[in-house]
Each structure stands twice: as C-alpha cells, then as structure tokens.
C-alpha cells in the first residue's frame, strides 16, 4: 500500500482545512486508516483514526469536535475535514494503514502534509 497526504496549508486561527490520503491498491476499503501529527520538538501524536469495515472512528481528545475523518472507498482516499483551527494544530499530519490483524500497528506511512495555523 502507497499512501499520499495532502490538503495541507497556512490558514488562521477559526478557519478549516481539508486533508486528503490517497491510496494505491483495490482492497484498500478492507483497511483502517489513522491520522497522525508531529510538531517540531514533540512526539507524534494521534489524531484519529476510521475503520475499514463500517468506517467507525475515535478522536483524540484534542480534536474531538473539531476534526472528522471519513472515507471515499471509490476513490481509495481518507479525508482528515479541520474545523475551528487553533495554532496548536500546527503539525505536519501523516495518515497511516493500520495492519489488519494487529489493532494501533500502522505498516504504512504517507509521506506528511505540513499545517501551519497563524494566531
């Protein structure tokens, strides 16, 4: 599976953001896909993550509210919606597969989409 984050941008405090992760390969419907993002000098954090089948999601608490993850399987793309952007959001966000038969094991990485909120 390839993976490619984009979407990303300046934008200000209260605005949104759209982030797209596209994938290669037909049984991408069958995998969960999380959200992931790093700030400068902290560890990656998770964002949230959809299933495959169903398509249930869970936030971090940090976004919850704020941030949706859904899918369009016919375009083999997860899509991160940002709503109520807060500088603190600044990261660059990274979505990842996660391995069907280990749950939290993500085998597969997007290359990172840098989003920059500006006070």
């Known amino acids: 599976v390839q993976l490619q984050a984009s979407g990303g941008g300046l934008v200000q405090a209260g605005g949104s953001l759209r982030l797209s992760c596209a994938a290669s390969?037909?049984?991408?419907?069958?995998?969960?896909v999380g959200w992931f993002r790093q700030a400068p000098g902290n560890e990656r954090e998770f964002v949230g993550r959809?299933?495959?089948?169903?398509?249930?999601?869970v936030y971090a608490d940090s976004v919850k509210g704020r941030f949706t993850i859904f899918r369009d399987n016919t375009k083999n793309t997860v899509y991160l919606q940002m709503n109520s952007l807060k500088p603190e959001d600044t990261a660059v966000y990274y979505c990842?597969?996660?391995?069907?038969?280990?749950?939290?094991?993500?085998?597969?990485w997007g290359q990172g989409t840098q989003v920059t909120v500006s006070s």
């Open positions: 959809i299933r495959g089948p169903g398509g249930s999601t």
């Open positions: 990842a597969v996660e391995n069907l038969y280990k749950l939290d094991q993500y085998d597969y």
């Open positions: 390969g037909s049984t991408f419907s069958r995998y969960s």
